[in-house]
């Protein structure tokens, strides 16, 4: 099917930068949108930011201005640069991707294992 592997997350100070990556693999054969998450401890899961295949992008609230998503096409990567982290941007950082399998003729949605990201001085 597909795979999503997530990297780049880490200890950071506040005011620091991190980049997250989360490449997919496997019988893919349109990925629709590519989508970071983030669930804090003792909270729910919450979208970060959007990605679509023609290029739209959404983010946060809590997150615009500071954090950047983009991909790479050629090796279905996206990545989430984010900057100015702050102590509340303490998270496991999930992959999600809306993707077509080359066996399948309707998308489904896949998620990668997580990566910790923590901001803390």
């Known amino acids: 099917q597909v795979q999503l592997v997530e990297s780049g997350g880490g200890l950071v100070q506040p005011g620091g930068s991190l980049r997250l990556s989360c490449a997919a693999s496997g019988s893919i054969f349109n990925i629709y949108a590519m989508v970071w998450y983030r669930q804090a401890p003792g909270k729910q899961r919450e979208l970060v930011a959007t990605l679509t295949n023609s290029g739209t992008t959404n983010y946060a609230i809590s997150v615009k201005g500071r954090f950047t998503i983009s991909k790479d096409d050629a090796n279905n990567t996206v990545y989430l640069q984010m900057n100015s982290l702050k102590p509340e941007d303490t998270a496991v950082y999930y992959c999600?991707?809306?993707?077509?399998?080359?066996?399948?003729?309707?998308?489904?949605?896949?998620w990668g294992q997580g990566t910790q990201v923590t901001v803390s001085s």
């Open positions: 999600n991707a809306i993707v077509r399998t080359t066996t399948q003729l309707t998308p489904y949605a896949y």
